[in-house]
């Protein structure tokens, strides 16, 4: 049996056998492959594309997805051992590992961390503590990576950049009202140094670096595979001769649990928005976004409007990519 949590665990030809799948699945996108076959999809935050997508992609499989949202339509659910259970939560994952592991051929879990402390939600307990207890594989929907999100984004890629072995990808910071999540920036950097692209991490301030353990594995897969990792805080010299514009806002993890606090810091970067004049530096790059995108803050509308910006691709991809996931997991089982 085996989980996706992260792309780190699958090697460059594992993943490039699920993109190459997912190509098929796009030609021919229903079949009968997961007939007979269940997945449950246990959202603790809100979804629109990841739900959607591992619905559609399930049905027209053959297959059932059970979506539940703990706390709301399901009993609230507790990850931590050794608890005295007189909180909120109605039920431990244990149990809910274990009754879903009967009911189900695989469980999906999405399930952002809480903002308090990084030193505890860079551990990523949440869905490991799933995982050690399921009988059955374990999908990571996001916790603080987007493991799915990075096969969009590389099946995305090949289909406009075509092998993406020393393109110039640029994953650029953009401002935001408050501080989000970093996975899906964690995972980029993950994915495209697998696939030994040149990367160009652009942050306007050193407190913006993602997490040590995430650059660590950035750097040793891009040396093993034969790309790079370079950090600027340079806007020229990240967008110059970029072949792939990818950007996302993220939190300073020095000010992680202090919104206030960190606010502060990046109000003097709203210039970082991706725009037209940005994008003319670039090597006529695509540009994406994993979405969903504030307009005007992140990217302006005529970048978004543009025949370069293929976020919708990437979206679709979704779809195409995590049903070759689910053929993978559940096929034969």
Known sequence: MRHFLTTVDWSREEIQGLLDRADELRKKPTGSQLAGRTIALLFMNPSMRTRTSFEVGAFQLGAHAVVLEPGKG?????????????????????????????????????????????????????????????????????????????????????????????????????????????????????????????????????????????????????ESSGGSLDITTDIEAGYRDADFVYAKSWGALPFYGRPEDEAKLRESYRHFMVDEEKMAMTNQARFSHCLPLRRNIKATDAVMDADYCVALDEAENRLHVQKALMVELLQGR
């Open 74 to 222: 399901a009993w609230g659910i507790e990850f931590e051992t050794g608890l005295v259970m007189d909180g909120e939560a109605e039920e431990h994952i244990i149990e809910v590992a274990g009754v879903l592991s009967r009911y189900c051929d695989a469980i999906a879990l999405r399930s952002f961390p809480l903002f308090k402390d990084w030193s505890i939600d860079r551990q990523d307990r949440v869905i490991k503590a799933l995982a050690r207890h399921a009988s059955v594989p374990v999908i990571n929907m996001e916790t603080i990576v987007h493991p799915c999100q990075e096969l969009a984004l590389m099946r995305t890629i090949q289909d406009h950049l075509g092998r993406p072995d020393k393109r110039k990808f640029l994953l650029t910071w953009t401002w935001h009202p408050r501080p989000l999540n970093t996975a899906v920036a964690n995972s980029a950097l993950l994915i495209a140094s697998k696939f030994a692209m040149d990367i160009t991490l652009l942050v306007p301030h050193g407190d913006y670096l993602l997490d040590e353990q995430f650059m660590d594995i950035a750097y040793e897969q891009a």
